[in-house]
């Protein structure tokens, strides 16, 4: 076995507004927690896309119930767009910000965002279409 990235996590000061967020930006489906484990926490098992597309699924979880993750130090990912100029505006309208934009040659345009919990991620139109 590889030392592949599997999964994500967020963390989320108000479940049901950092779930609106990322549904209504890049179309994430979230189902509640469920299991023995579960019972411990608040969570969210997220799912990115359909199963013949390459990518990782993740869990959005209660930062006052877990505050031993995506505190000061986090994991930053990127997630792959078709258009950044409309990505950037849905982030926007959902409650999130662009703290940064630029361009490489190489590998197409870049911004970095922040959701509606201050969590900063990557969004990422590749021209190598």
Known sequence: MGNRVTSFEIGAEDGPRA???????????????????????????????????????????L?????????????????????????IKKIEQAGGKILDKMESEDMGRFASAEDSEGNKFGIMESNKK
């Open 19 to 61: 779930k609106k967020f990322y549904q209504s930006v890049f179309g994430w489906e979230f189902e509640k927690w469920a299991g023995k484990e579960a019972d411990d926490m608040t969570g969210w098992m997220i799912k990115t896309g359909s199963e013949a597309e390459p990518g990782i699924e993740g869990v959005l979880l």
């Open 63 to 87: 930062r006052s119930e877990n505050p031993k993750t995506g505190q000061e130090k986090a994991f930053f990912c990127t997630i792959s767009v078709a258009d950044l100029d409309a990505t």
